[in-house]
């Protein structure tokens, strides 16, 4: 059961509140500051976690700023060796447990193990966390990210539930609620969920990004479109990863509307909110939305328009600096790398796909084998040979093994795009008639897809 007693500070040692109202051993209330402040970054999709460093630096035995300040900076990369400033911060994480708060302790293993032990045992803790301490929203979330990226979409929903009662007051917590819903196809659900977020907080970007995903689930494009086009604005001073990937779904959209201006539409913003002009690419997650949104355009509309614009992104992606960082962007740039008249990485990026994914998921041998086909056929794609890509996807392609990817649904319907396309060009058409009749029956009515 959640507790709601305030834990009994030892008279020895400063504590102070933070946020959530619990309990965090510190002396310096710089450091506090810096921590609520890191809170709402996060939940907000804000420019400045980096604020998470002067909460650490403000008190090096805070063990909370600490461990949240050594996984700030190893995140990104989630590489097996730490940075050294986060190893540094780290190690003064766990070596301040021992005059740290209950809760403190409890998010500071929940940290190490994501560092240390990977997202399943992290998983456990967090869930851990929420049991006791119900009103973080930040473990929340964090929680829900390694949900998303397991492909836990039931497990995003139990942590947001265990959350809900204890935070009705802020609009944060029914932004994570509505993805989750929507996730777990309680589409109407999550539409009611975002729109009690927004009501709270109208500039809450999760939320109007949930409420978008309702709203294209159930075709409505038209209503996303006057959602995103209001909110827009507020948009400008949040993180780029949030910033374009709203701005993706803008043009998903446009697409699926269609139109006369809706093809110079959608490459407006692919070159001014998307791609941008040419500079140093710093989350893989823009990669994901540029040739996402590309290959959703091949596919749907005209292959010719986007020739140019996937030999910019490969160009950047020659080094591959971010190669496994996140299973979409390997898969897309599979694809990418063969569009680009480059056979050998797209092969190449292929076999390390699969190796990493054999390494992997040994005891989920459906979803593995559901990533490694989608790597061969995406590498036929590149090609041009849809004929080889129908044949490799087969009859029983199932786009819900997928969810390992760390991709909504709508990100991932671009591939049942594919499989319907190639399906139906190869001649199989009862292949390409079972994902339009999915189409009918899971959204009530058929959304064009053009070819």
Same mark, same amino acid.
């Given at each position: 059961?959640?507790?709601?007693?305030?834990?009994?500070?030892?008279?020895?040692?400063?504590?102070?509140?933070?946020?959530?109202?619990?309990?965090?051993?510190?002396?310096?209330?710089? !450091?506090?500051?810096?921590?609520?402040?890191?809170?709402?970054?996060?939940?907000?999709?804000?420019?400045?976690?980096?604020?998470?460093? &002067?909460?650490?630096?403000?008190?090096?035995?805070?063990?909370?700023?600490?461990?949240?300040?050594?996984? #700030?900076?190893?995140?990104? &990369?989630? /590489?097996?060796?730490?940075?050294?400033?986060?190893?540094?911060?780290?190690?003064?994480?766990?070596?301040?447990?021992?005059?740290?708060?209950?809760?403190?302790?409890?998010?500071?293993?929940?940290?190490?193990?994501?560092?240390?032990?990977?997202?399943?045992?992290?998983?456990?803790?967090?869930?851990?966390?929420?049991?006791?301490?119900?009103?973080? @929203?930040?473990?929340?979330?964090?929680?829900?990210?390694? !949900?998303?990226?397991?492909?836990? /979409?039931?497990?995003? $929903?139990? $942590?947001?539930?265990?959350?809900?009662?204890?935070?009705?007051?802020?609009? #944060?917590?029914?932004?994570?609620?509505?993805?989750?819903?929507?996730?777990?196809? /309680?589409?109407?659900?999550?539409?009611?969920?975002?729109?009690?977020?927004?009501?709270?907080?109208?500039?809450?970007?999760?939320?109007?990004?949930?409420? *978008?995903?309702?709203?294209?689930?159930?075709?409505?494009?038209?209503?996303?479109?006057?959602?995103?086009?209001?909110?827009?604005?507020?948009? @400008?001073?949040?993180?780029?990863?949030?910033?374009?990937?709203?701005?993706?779904?803008?043009?998903?959209?446009?697409?699926?509307?269609?139109?006369?201006?809706?093809?110079?539409?959608?490459?407006?913003?692919?070159?001014?909110?998307?791609?941008?002009?040419?500079?140093?690419?710093?989350?893989?997650?823009?990669?994901?939305?540029?040739?996402?949104?590309?290959?959703?355009?091949? +596919?749907?509309?005209?292959?010719? +328009?986007?020739?140019?614009?996937?030999?910019?992104?490969?160009?950047?992606?020659?080094?591959?600096?971010?190669?496994?960082?996140?299973?979409?962007?390997?898969?897309?740039?599979?694809?990418?790398?063969?569009?680009?008249?480059?056979? =050998? =990485?797209?092969?190449?990026?292929?076999?390390?796909?699969?190796?990493?994914?054999?390494?992997?998921?040994?005891?989920?041998?459906?979803?593995?084998?559901?990533?490694?086909?989608?790597?061969?056929?995406? *590498?036929?794609?590149?090609?041009?040979?849809?004929?080889?890509?129908?044949?490799?996807?087969?009859?029983?392609?199932?786009?819900?093994?997928?969810?390992?990817?760390?991709?909504?649904?709508?990100?991932?319907?671009?591939? =049942?795009?594919?499989?319907?396309?190639?399906? $139906?060009?190869?001649?199989?058409?009862? &292949?390409?008639?079972?994902? @339009? &009749?999915?189409?009918?029956?899971?959204?009530?009515?058929?959304?064009?897809? =053009?070819?």
């Amino acid at each position: 059961m959640a507790s709601s007693s305030v834990e009994k500070p030892d008279p020895a040692i400063s504590y102070k509140n933070d946020l959530w109202g619990y309990e965090v051993r510190s002396s310096s209330d710089d !450091c506090i500051t810096f921590l609520n402040k890191y809170y709402i970054e996060v939940l907000s999709y804000g420019r400045d976690k980096r604020v998470i460093l &002067q909460a650490a630096d403000a008190d090096n035995c805070c063990a909370l700023a600490c461990g949240l300040a050594a996984v #700030y900076l190893w995140a990104p &990369q989630k /590489s097996t060796t730490l940075p050294p400033r986060a190893l540094i911060y780290l190690t003064a994480a766990k070596e301040n447990l021992v005059k740290a708060s209950k809760y403190e302790e409890l998010v500071v293993r929940a940290l190490v193990a994501w560092i240390e032990h990977g997202s399943e045992d992290a998983l456990a803790r967090h869930f851990e966390v929420l049991e006791s301490y119900p009103r973080d @929203l930040l473990t929340l979330k964090r929680g829900q990210t390694l !949900c998303f990226n397991m492909g836990r /979409s039931a497990d995003m $929903l139990r $942590l947001a539930l265990k959350a809900l009662p204890f935070n009705v007051e802020r609009g #944060y917590v029914f932004g994570m609620l509505a993805f989750a819903l929507v996730e777990v196809g /309680s589409i109407r659900e999550g539409e009611s969920a975002a729109r009690m977020a927004l009501t709270i907080e109208a500039q809450d970007i999760w939320a109007q990004h949930a409420l *978008c995903h309702a709203l294209e689930y159930q075709c409505r494009f038209k209503e996303a479109l006057t959602l995103m086009n209001i909110s827009c604005s507020s948009w @400008l001073t949040r993180c780029s990863f949030m910033r374009e990937h709203n701005w993706w779904h803008v043009a998903a959209c446009q697409l699926e509307l269609g139109g006369r201006s809706a093809l110079k539409t959608v490459l407006y913003i692919y070159d001014e909110h998307i791609w941008g002009s040419q500079r140093v690419i710093k989350n893989p997650q823009t990669y994901i939305n540029a040739l996402g949104l590309l290959l959703r355009m091949e +596919i749907r509309v005209d292959s010719s +328009i986007v020739q140019e614009r996937i030999l910019q992104v490969v160009s950047s992606l020659k080094e591959r600096a971010f190669e496994h960082q996140e299973l979409l962007l390997d898969l897309l740039a599979i694809w990418a790398f063969g569009r680009a008249d480059q056979p =050998e =990485e797209a092969i190449e990026m292929a076999e390390s796909v699969k190796s990493k994914v054999l390494a992997v998921d040994v005891h989920k041998p459906s979803t593995m084998q559901c990533v490694i086909s989608l790597a061969a056929a995406l *590498c036929e794609c590149g090609r041009g040979n849809l004929k080889a890509v129908a044949e490799i996807l087969g009859s029983t392609f199932y786009t819900g093994n997928l969810k390992v990817l760390g991709a909504s649904n709508e990100q991932l319907d671009v591939f =049942e795009d594919l499989w319907c396309i190639s399906s $139906l060009r190869a001649g199989h058409v009862t &292949q390409g008639r079972s994902v @339009l &009749q999915k189409w009918t029956s899971t959204r009530g009515h058929f959304c064009r897809l =053009e070819s």
